[in-house]
């Protein structure tokens, strides 16, 4: 035991010693960084993949819609052999359509073809009814007027359809907005990316508005596969038409471009849109007594009378036959003494 001690205290082997744990930590120092692989390529490929995942989901949910390049339908095929798209076009109205929910080919030739047939059916409606069941005392041309107003009618019917269609849809779309703008911000506040942000909230908020989920599930489509990001910010402005989400997507636009912190703008474009919303509830408060004048006049203040003045004229009348019924007492009990003379 003494000479095993005595051999690991002799210089030489100090030095061996010393040597080897030199040569291990050069070793280890130049080998380690390899053996532990780059965390920032694994986390890009694994954000690559989600990107490519999303991008797969949405291409198939925009498929399953419907949304092809040519309409296949019936009503498709005439409006594609008639050219209607030409002879009754509109700029607007692929722009208003998409602000209804309404996309892709389909619809666009089901608006055509109406555009086309209601005409004839309104033109027709307004003949068969003033001319066959109920003339209205009309002269002939005040007739052959109407019939050309119902085919008017019959023409703008569907803008009119459509254009209600796409108000109701942006009420929808702008009772949820500011609430979903919290969340996407939570989400990228918390390290997620804008597509995982986006594909996260129309996931969340499709109970409470399922048009805004629908809107963002398209954005997250585009965010994917188109060449310019900032291209699907301004399709969402379009497809909303509403001036706090193009406030919203110009906001996300230019954090985009010159790499601005989308926490900051995040949040105070929720604030904004939190208080136009509240803005719009204090204007139609403000606005409530005055749209109450006119059914009050009509159904309240008669009741109001009736009420009030129901029992007076009851009281009144009767009065009136107990007036009418006392002379007549009075005449006979006066009388009765002179017959008996």
């Known amino acids: 035991m003494y000479d095993l001690l005595v051999s690991f205290t002799k210089p030489q082997t100090l030095a061996a010693w010393l040597v080897a744990a030199a040569v291990f930590g050069t070793f280890v120092t130049v080998f380690l960084p390899y053996l532990q692989g780059n965390k920032l390529e694994t986390r890009l490929k694994a954000v690559a993949t989600q990107r490519e995942k999303l991008r797969k989901q949405s291409r198939a949910a925009l498929e399953k819609k419907g949304l092809r390049r040519r309409d296949e339908s019936l009503v498709g095929e005439i409006s594609s052999k008639l050219n209607l798209a030409k002879a009754l076009e509109d700029p607007n109205v692929v722009k208003l359509m998409n602000q ?58 569907p803008n009119l359809y459509v254009s209600n269609l796409a108000q109701k849809r942006q009420k929808s779309i702008m009772r949820a907005f500011p609430d979903a703008l919290d969340m996407l911000l939570i989400c990228v506040e918390a390290g997620m990316s804008i597509e995982m942000g986006f594909n996260k909230v129309s996931s969340e908020i499709g109970s409470a508005s399922p048009e805004l989920a629908e809107e963002f599930g398209i954005t997250v489509a585009e965010l994917s596969y188109l060449p310019d990001r900032r291209q699907a910010y301004e399709n969402l402005a379009l497809r909303t038409g509403h001036e706090g989400v193009k406030a919203v997507c110009m906001a996300l636009g230019q954090a985009e471009r010159y790499g601005t912190p989308l926490g900051d703008a995040l949040r105070l474009m929720a604030k904004e849109n939190r208080e136009m919303r509240m803005s719009e509830a204090e204007k139609k408060a403000a606005a409530l007594p005055a749209k109450l004048t006119v059914p009050m006049i009509l159904f309240f203040l008669p009741v109001l009378f009736l009420v009030v003045l129901g029992p007076a004229y009851i009281k009144y009348q ?16 006066v009388e009765s003494p002179v017959d008996h003379a």
């Open 318 to 333: 009767k009065m009136e036959k107990d007036n009418d019924a006392a002379p007549s007492l009075t005449t006979t009990q």
């Open 100 to 157: 209804a929910g309404l996309r892709g080919p389909g619809p666009i030739s089901a608006f055509y073809f109406a555009r086309m047939a209601l005409p004839f059916v309104g033109a027709a409606f307004t003949f068969f009814y003033i001319f066959f069941v109920n003339d209205l005392g009309l002269s002939v041309m005040m007739k052959y007027g109407s019939v050309v107003f119902g085919a008017a009618a019959g023409f703008y019917a």
